[in-house]
């Protein structure tokens, strides 16, 4: 079998993969990424947060992305039975950008990874990376196309093969989340929505009136269509019912304000779904390769922190990467675990407590000081990382007794 010989590999030319592979291409380094798709592609997740503008910033493709036509996004209003709170992104406690996108993915995708390939990434469509070894003294990948199998000796290679999870799954790094398996069904309609008070520029965020474990997202987009999903354990989505486009129907018919506001909308394309997307992994590096976004740990889709996540990994180890091309001494569990995972477990805390109920308390609570409100909507804008919000550096035991105060009569 053929071998080449490639100086950086990234496997997957979603946001992880083609802002590392900017990163990358933009500190001298040659990157190669191996895409199994060919894009334009429907992916998940379509609801950014302001703080991934930053890594968009970094990556040289802020320009492209702003005048990509996306809706604009400035804030999330989330909604119980009567009652409705908002969060304004520019009320947030840390500095940095304010507002951001609700991107149709497949296109999204597409112009990042087009970005990338403009900075002179190769992007090698339709190829699928089937195996890897990391035996050797240099790591191996073997590569499946539509008419070839063949091998690529790299100096390092960057999973980002998002719920294609590859080394996870060659390398046996899985590990089960923390969090119970949950499913989702979803769809795009054209939500023709005529109501005054509606904001387009705010995800909402929809608790079931019975079970507050359930919720929906309404996710608008810029051309009069919105996506539209909802989110519970599979239990509760099969006690609906067999018919999958009949059961989404039904649990949107089940929220009254919901029901309301998409009276007039057309549900023209098939619903979708997808079940036990949480995923862990034992370790996020290794000799030779390191996992980035989704390919490492997914936690759930509560709060739209998947591409900012996958995002801040690509950042992080385009940085150390770049060193240690250098001949530089690096420390990827200093320089790159510990510091993600900080931001990650942030979100954790905030994604348990919501299904827990006390974030719910919290974020309903009609009386919350602002400086305390504003803290939050960092969260929610997707800053993380900012340690000097309490809510990052303690974030369980501030949560904790803000929803308390929260409860009390
Ligand atoms: P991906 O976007 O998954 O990209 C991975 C790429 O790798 C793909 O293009 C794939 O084709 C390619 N690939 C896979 N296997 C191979 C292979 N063997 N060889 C070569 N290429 C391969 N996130 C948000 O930020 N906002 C949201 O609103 C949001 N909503 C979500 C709703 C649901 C129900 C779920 C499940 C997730 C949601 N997410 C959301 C999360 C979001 O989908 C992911 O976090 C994000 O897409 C991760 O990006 P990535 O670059 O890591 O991987």
């Known amino acids: 079998m053929m ?12 946001p992880a993969g083609s802002v590392v592979a900017a990163l990358l291409q933009n500190k001298g380094h040659q990157v190669t990424i191996i895409e199994r798709d060919k894009f334009p592609r429907f992916s ?35 909604i119980h039975k009567d ?87 060659l390398l046996n790094l899985e590990k089960p989340s923390d969090f119970p398996c949950r499913q989702s069904l979803f769809t795009h309609i054209e939500d023709r929505i005529d109501c005054s008070q509606y904001d387009r520029n705010k995800i909402r965020i929809i608790v079931h009136p019975e079970q507050r474990d359930v919720w929906y997202w309404l996710i608008p987009f810029s051309n009069g269509r919105c996506s539209l999903g909802v989110v519970a354990e599979p239990d509760f989505i099969q006690s609906q019912g067999d018919d999958q486009e009949q059961v989404f129907r039904q649990l949107v018919a089940q929220e009254p304000s919901l029901a309301e506001l998409l009276k007039n909308a057309v549900f023209d394309t098939r619903v979708n779904t997808i079940k036990g997307y949480s995923a862990d992994v034992t370790t996020l590096y290794g000799d030779g390769y390191a996992l980035l976004g989704n390919a490492g740990e997914f936690l759930d889709p509560v709060f739209s922190s998947g591409v900012t996540i996958a995002m801040k990994s690509a950042s992080l180890a385009a940085d150390i990467l770049d060193k240690q091309l250098n001949q530089q001494t690096v420390d990827w569990q200093q320089d790159f675990v510990i510091p993600l995972q900080k931001g990650v477990e942030t979100f954790r805390t905030f994604v348990t407590a919501w ?5 719910q308390d919290v974020v309903f609570y009609d009386q919350q000081q602002d400086n305390i409100k504003a803290m939050i909507c960092s969260i929610l804008a997707g800053y993380v990382w900012d340690e000097k919000n309490p809510y990052v550096k303690n974030s369980k035991p501030r949560l904790k007794t803000l929803a308390e105060l929260c409860r009390e009569p």
Not at 3 to 14: L, P, S
Not at 48 to 77: N, R, S, W
Not at 355 to 359: D, I, M, P, Q, V
């Open 44 to 78: 998940i997740g379509e609801s950014l947060l302001p703080q991934c503008m930053a890594f968009i910033e970094q990556a040289g493709m802020l320009d492209a992305v702003q005048a990509a036509g996306f809706q604009l996004k400035t804030g999330a209003a989330f």
């Open 355 to 359: 299904y827990e109920g006390s974030l």
């Open 83 to 169: 009652k409705h709170s908002e969060f304004v992104f520019s009320d947030k406690f840390t500095a940095g950008f304010d507002s951001t996108f609700q991107v149709q993915r497949d296109k999204f995708d597409a112009l990042l990874a087009d970005e990338a390939q403009r900075m002179g990434v190769e992007i090698r469509w339709q190829q699928q990376v089937v195996d890897a070894d990391f035996s050797a003294e240099k790591p191996l990948l073997t590569i499946k196309g539509s008419d070839k199998t063949y091998q690529i000796e790299a100096e390092f290679v960057l999973d980002a093969s998002g719920f294609g999870r590859v080394l996870p799954r």
């Open 3 to 14: 071998t080449e010989k490639k100086h950086v590999i990234v496997i997957g030319a979603g």
